[in-house]
Antibody
Framework: DVQVLESGGGLVQSGGSLRLSCAAS????????MSWVRQAPGKGLEWVSA????????FYADSVKGRFTISRDNSKNTLSLQMNSLSAEDTAVYYC?????????WGQGTLVTVSS | EIVMTQSPATLSVSPGERVTLSCRAS??????LAWYQQKPGQAPRLLIY???TRATGIPARFSGSGSGTEFTLTISSLQSEDFAVYYC?????????FGQGTKVEIK
């Protein structure tokens, strides 16, 4: 069964940092691009970042460029998102998803709350 | 950035009815269009990709059509488990962008 499972969310102060992780299973992780998508409370979906299977290509939304860094460890089947200089606008559920065209499947999400 | 616009924002329907949801792109995305379903407290689920290809395990009552800038998701006979929010998403260009969603609620 293809699965992805996020962890690392929590409460952080404005200006702080947080690192999210996503553990993948049930597929050849290094063969697939991966993405992060977020959803602010009561709002729609916003694509955040993506990375190729090798990790050699990365992509970011303008809203996070220069503050967030996506990476992957193919030996551990793990995707990460390092988030720096967080603000209240970054408060959201962050989903990890397989792929960087369409996204399938999605994890259950991890909540990041940035307090001011 | 390609702006995706969904209509209507909310649709009130009765079980068994046929439902049509619309999605418009601000510029052509060819057939690089996906649809997702999201229920309260759950992650989104892929329904359709390539504008018209059903994802694995998706019932045949869900169908997608369109290309270029105009797309449609049709649910042929709405079931109780289909009440949810539906999002379209383009993957023709970076950044990937989503529509604002259409909520399908019980009439």
């Amino acid at each position: 069964d293809v699965q992805v499972l996020e962890s690392g969310g929590g409460l952080v102060q404005s200006g702080g940092s947080l690192r999210l992780s996503c553990a993948a299973s049930g597929f050849t992780f290094s063969g697939y691009a991966m993405s992060w998508v977020r959803q602010a409370p009561g709002k729609g979906l916003e694509w955040v970042s993506a990375i190729s299977g090798s990790g050699g290509s990365t992509f970011y939304a303008d809203s996070v460029k220069g503050r967030f860094t996506i990476s992957r460890d193919n030996s551990k089947n793990t995707l990460s998102l390092q988030m720096n200089s967080l603000s209240a606008e970054d408060t959201a559920v962050y989903y990890c998803a397989k792929g960087f065209t369409y996204f399938d499947p999605w994890g259950q999400g991890t909540l990041v709350t940035v307090s001011s | 950035e390609i702006v995706m616009t969904q209509s209507p924002a909310t649709l009130s329907v009765s079980p068994g009815e046929r439902v049509t949801l619309s999605c418009r792109a601000s510029q052509s995305v060819s057939s690089n269009l996906a649809w997702y379903q999201q229920k309260p407290g759950q992650a989104p689920r892929l329904l359709i990709y390539g504008a018209s290809t059903r994802a694995t395990g998706i019932p045949a009552r869900f169908s997608g059509s369109g290309s270029g800038t105009e797309f449609t998701l049709t649910i042929s006979s709405l079931q109780s488990e289909d009440f949810a929010v539906y999002y379209c998403q383009q993957y023709n260009n970076w950044p990937r962008t989503f529509g604002q969603g259409t909520k399908v609620e019980i009439k």
